[in-house]
């Protein structure tokens, strides 16, 4: 009979000990927070979350597709997960646009072809709680106190000019690079403080974990980030080797060599970043070198001159009902009305940004290069108004630099400004709320060797401390009067990013369209219909279908459009059984439209198709060659 094992019980009270890390417990308790506030600030979204959708804009239903293919691929054919079932006979069609594959996996939960509305909408109320809860971890690794990090997550979840961005999913996913770069911080014990804590590997390797996630939802956002991680990399890089080659200095002054299994896991990592990259970026530049034509007029300079903003775009609140909404009636009348020249980050976390810039907890170095991160970074998402444009700025990297001739949108840069801004303030409310305890605790220190020595020594250091407690508690309600006040400003952050976002409820799918045999066109070929067809063929097992809408217009929705205008004809059946389509679906509600306005007669005998009505749509299937009616 085996004895039991004396330290059983400790092994179970370690584990409860660790769950209850206070770590854990802070940044659960965070999470929690953030997304309740989430939930409230995005509603009514989880309204009716299978039926609608925020925002009156048709992108939204775009990425509906792309988040549910990329599900739907990654499942069942992940070599080939770029050729959706749009755009046929289209390859790569999820290459079009950002394809948010980064959170395909949602879908591997269940729910059916009814969840792709629920999706959508969990993940869009999600990406201001992960973005909050990175900012905030992130603020607490460089040595914010909790006030200071919740003053920075919150300016990163609901800075204004997210309102402006929110048909695009794919840009307000900030949150993955914000915990990589928290994560990576921990790793390797980054403090602006000046306190370097201890390195974690684990945090490291995760870090870059987070990166890749980041990578691979789309390059909006990736495309930047990986060079911001390269320039990042190359500055630690060459600062170490600058200060540890410095002749004449002693080895404690300079840098140690970073652990081994720290290397190895920014080496794995690392990897793993550069080949999420490198598989991302594939496709894509595949689409650019087949649709060349169609890239350059979606992504010419033209067009991002129409999407740079003026200096006053940097302060303009997003258009729509919201906090700052009188500003746009008066001060910002007349201005342009894109949500990517508005590129407000928040009144409040500009001026303690300002603030911290001479009031900090952070040291004077990492002040002045948030201060000039920030400038810079701005600066870029001016794009063609930044003087000099042709030589500096955002058209320089437009014209030579690698994946930039893609990016359309310069304003969108602003999400990196807004880091350094919200890190700005956290040091600053961070220094003013520990300010007068820093005090206390100097003279709490300042008495202490008093009491060392003799009993007069003893007497006169109890005596200064006790005079010093009691000055403390003297200013105990001034202290408590004073951090309320300070408590106000997160409150001041989240405020400013409030706005009303509108919902619109989709079209239920019509009855041709669920008894189609794929390959189906449905007509008419509307560019501002075609996302909500794209989302039907979602909800209908992904048949393919010719529709589509996308950053770009490739060639074969052009020819489609062209070969079906006067559909029932001997040119478009030609069409239909050179490309192998099997079927036409014809909305009534839409062919009052000038083009296809004979879509909904019956066709010739000798054209062989057969008309089906079923009544809100009409389908038409494509016979056998040499089949009549």
């Known amino acids: 009979m085996t004895e039991p094992r004396p330290h059983g019980n400790r092994v179970g009270v370690r584990r409860v000990t660790r769950a209850l890390n206070p770590v854990f417990v802070e940044m659960g308790l965070v999470a929690l927070g953030m997304s309740v506030l989430a939930a409230v600030m995005t509603w009514p979204a989880l309204r009716e979350p299978a039926l609608t959708f925020p925002t009156r804009s048709i992108d939204p239903l775009i990425e509906v597709w792309s988040l549910a293919w990329s599900g739907h691929g990654l499942a069942n054919a992940p070599l080939h997960v770029f050729n959706g079932n749009a755009f046929y006979p289209a390859p790569l069609s999820l290459a079009f646009t950002d394809s948010l594959l980064g959170y395909g996996p949602i879908r591997w939960l269940g729910g059916g072809a009814g969840r792709v509305l629920v999706d959508y909408n969990v993940i869009y109320v999600a990406t201001p709680a992960l973005a909050g809860v990175a900012g905030y971890a992130l603020a607490r690794q460089l040595g914010a106190n909790r006030l200071g990090a919740a003053a920075a997550g919150l300016g990163l979840a609901y800075a204004p000019w997210r309102a402006g961005q929110a048909a695009h999913l794919h840009v307000l996913s900030t949150g993955p690079f914000i915990a990589a770069l928290a994560m990576l911080a921990r790793g390797h014990g980054l403090s602006f403080r000046g306190r370097k804590g201890?390195?974690?590997?684990?945090?490291?390797?995760?870090?870059?974990?987070?990166?890749?996630?980041?990578?691979?939802?789309?390059?909006?956002?990736?495309?930047?980030?990986?060079?911001?991680?390269?320039?990042?990399?190359?500055?630690?890089?060459?600062?170490?080797?600058?200060?540890?080659?410095?002749?004449?200095?002693?080895?404690?002054?300079?840098?140690?060599?970073?652990?081994?299994?720290?290397?190895?896991?920014?080496?794995?990592?690392?990897?793993?970043?550069?080949?999420?990259?490198?598989?991302?970026?594939?496709?894509?530049?595949?689409?650019?070198?087949?649709?060349?034509?169609?890239?350059?007029?979606?992504?010419?300079?033209?067009?991002?001159?129409?999407?740079?903003?003026?200096?006053?775009?940097?302060?303009?609140?997003?258009?729509?009902?919201?906090?700052?909404?009188?500003?746009?009636?008066?001060?910002?009348?007349?201005?342009?009305?894109?949500?990517?020249?508005?590129?407000?980050?928040?009144?409040?976390?500009?001026?303690?940004?300002?603030?911290?810039?001479?009031?900090?907890?952070?040291?004077?170095?990492?002040?002045?290069?948030?201060?000039?991160?920030?400038?810079?970074?701005?600066?870029?998402?001016?794009?063609?108004?930044?003087?000099?444009?042709?030589?500096?700025?955002?058209?320089?990297?437009?014209?030579?630099?690698?994946?930039?001739?893609?990016?359309?949108?310069?304003?969108?840069?602003?999400?990196?400004?807004?880091?350094?801004?919200?890190?700005?303030?956290?040091?600053?409310?961070?220094?003013?709320?520990?300010?007068?305890?820093?005090?206390?605790?100097?003279?709490?220190?300042?008495?202490?060797?008093?009491?060392?020595?003799?009993?007069?020594?003893?007497?006169?250091?109890?005596?200064?401390?006790?005079?010093?407690?009691?000055?403390?508690?003297s200013r105990a309600p001034v202290e408590a009067v004073r951090l309320a006040v300070l408590a106000i400003l997160p409150i001041l952050v989240v405020a400013e990013g409030y706005a009303r976002i509108p919902e619109s409820r989709l079209p239920p799918v019509p009855a041709a369209l669920r008894s189609a045999p794929a390959p189906v066109v449905v007509l008419p070929s509307i560019w501002t219909f075609e996302p909500t067809v794209m989302t039907w063929s979602a909800m209908t097992g992904f048949?393919?279908?010719?529709?589509?809408?996308?950053?770009?217009?490739?060639?074969?929705?052009?020819?489609?459009?062209?070969?079906?205008?006067?559909?029932?004809?001997?040119?478009?059946?030609?069409?239909?059984?050179?490309?192998?389509?099997?079927?036409?679906?014809?909305?009534?509600?839409?062919?009052?439209?000038?083009?296809?306005?004979?879509?909904?007669?019956?066709?010739?005998?000798?054209?062989?198709?057969?008309?089906?009505?079923?009544?809100?749509?009409?389908?038409?299937?494509?016979?056998?060659?040499?089949?009549?009616?």
């Open 198 to 473: 201890p390195p974690r590997p684990w945090w490291a390797l995760a870090g870059w974990l987070a990166a890749a996630w980041q990578v691979s939802i789309g390059f909006a956002i990736g495309l930047p980030f990986v060079y911001l991680m390269a320039i990042i990399a190359l500055i630690a890089a060459v600062s170490w080797l600058a200060t540890n080659a410095m002749p004449g200095r002693s080895r404690p002054s300079r840098w140690p060599w970073p652990p081994w299994r720290l290397v190895l896991a920014d080496l794995a990592g690392g990897g793993v970043f550069a080949a999420a990259a490198a598989f991302m970026a594939r496709p894509y530049l595949e689409v650019v070198a087949t649709q060349g034509a169609a890239v350059r007029s979606a992504r010419g300079l033209k067009i991002v001159a129409m999407y740079s903003p003026t200096w006053r775009g940097l302060f303009a609140p997003p258009d729509g009902d919201g906090t700052w909404s009188v500003l746009n009636r008066h001060l910002f009348a007349g201005y342009s009305l894109s949500g990517e020249t508005r590129l407000l980050p928040g009144f409040t976390l500009v001026a303690l940004a300002l603030v911290g810039l001479f009031v900090s907890a952070w040291r004077r170095r990492w002040r002045l290069a948030l201060a000039a991160a920030v400038a810079v970074i701005s600066g870029l998402a001016l794009g063609t108004h930044l003087p000099g444009t042709s030589h500096v700025g955002f058209v320089f990297l437009w014209r030579h630099v690698p994946g930039f001739v893609g990016d359309r949108a310069p304003g969108r840069l602003v999400m990196f400004s807004t880091v350094g801004l919200a890190l700005l303030a956290a040091g600053a409310v961070t220094r003013l709320a520990e300010g007068r305890l820093a005090e206390g605790r100097r003279a709490a220190r300042a008495v202490t060797p008093l009491a060392e020595g003799d009993a007069e020594g003893d007497a006169e250091g109890r005596s200064a401390a006790g005079r010093a407690a009691g000055a403390g508690a």
């Open 543 to 629: 048949p393919k279908v010719a529709n589509g809408s996308s950053g770009i217009e490739p060639t074969s929705i052009r020819v489609m459009r062209a070969a079906t205008a006067h559909f029932p004809d001997a040119k478009s059946v030609a069409y239909l059984r050179r490309h192998g389509f099997r079927s036409v679906v014809v909305l009534k509600n839409q062919v009052h439209t000038r083009l296809w306005a004979d879509a909904g007669r019956a066709p010739a005998p000798a054209l062989g198709l057969r008309r089906i009505d079923m009544g809100d749509s009409v389908l038409f299937v494509v016979e056998a060659s040499g089949a009549r009616t």
